[in-house]
T-cell receptor
Framework: EAQVTQNPRYLITVTGKKLTVTCSQN?????MSWYRQDPGLGLRQIYY???????DKGDVPEGYKVSRKEKRNFPLILESPSPNQTSLYFC????????????FGEGSWLTVV | KNQVEQSPQSLIILEGKNCTLQ??????????LRWYKQDTGRGPVSLTI?????NTKSNGRYTATLDADTKQSSLHITASQLSDSASYIC???????????FGRGTSLIVHP
């Protein structure tokens, strides 16, 4: 089954404690991206990757890092989480870019206290 | 700046009724427009894609229209069902850009 898998689905952490949200897709897609979704603001792109070792900033990259060492994986790293990063995070992938159908993961609820 | 505006922000209808959701965009150069359905707490799922040359596209009870001249799109839901209760998100892609522009969504509630 074609899918985007992200973990953990739910996480409560403390300010400053580094965390990583993993993302994996099994569709051999070139394009992967991370979004955060906050009430009233909709989905906002954090980072995206056009292919292995190629990443770039989205609309709200501050406080986040990503890496794309393998085609199927695109982890999101919060080096020093802060309460304003409390949000619902989605990983997504598409064949070559956002013009193709974007497949979203099930989301990761992150709370930073 | 590329923008996507959706209306209404929320909508409540009775089961079996029809409804229409609106999307206005200022994205240039236009590449395509998609409608996504997002159930509460789940990831968005693609419903339709509209390119510049397409006016209407249907997916079951969902029909999307596009007017590229006025930069407007609509999503019409026919004979609504309880399972249609969700947020509907309009997403517009610009040619040559890797960052899509998302609308804030319309929250639809279908009551029995």
């Amino acid at each position: 089954e074609a899918q985007v898998t992200q973990n953990p689905r739910y996480l409560i952490t403390v300010t400053g404690k580094k965390l990583t949200v993993t993302c994996s897709q099994n569709m051999n897609h070139e394009y992967m991206s991370w979004y955060r979704q906050d009430p009233g603001l909709g989905l906002r792109q954090i980072y995206y990757s056009m292919n292995v070792e190629v990443t770039d900033k989205g609309d709200v990259p501050e406080g986040y890092k990503v890496s794309r060492k393998e085609k199927r994986n695109f982890p999101l790293i919060l080096e020093s989480p802060s309460p304003n990063q409390t949000s619902l995070y989605f990983c997504a992938s598409s064949l070559r870019g956002p013009g193709n159908t974007i497949y979203f993961g099930e989301g990761s609820w992150l709370t930073v206290v | 700046k590329n923008q996507v505006e959706q209306s209404p922000q929320s909508l409540i209808i009775l089961e079996g009724k029809n409804c229409t959701l609106q999307c206005n965009y200022t994205v240039s150069p236009f590449s395509n427009l998609r409608w996504y359905k997002q159930d509460t707490g789940r990831g968005p799922v693609s419903l339709t894609i509209m390119t510049f040359s397409e006016n209407t596209k249907s997916n079951g009870r969902y029909t999307a229209t596009l007017d590229a001249d006025t930069k407007q799109s609509s999503l019409h839901i026919t004979a609504s069902q309880l399972s249609d209760s969700a947020s509907y998100i309009c997403v517009v892609s610009a040619g040559g850009s890797y960052i899509p522009t998302f609308g804030r969504g319309t929250s639809l509630i279908v009551h029995p």
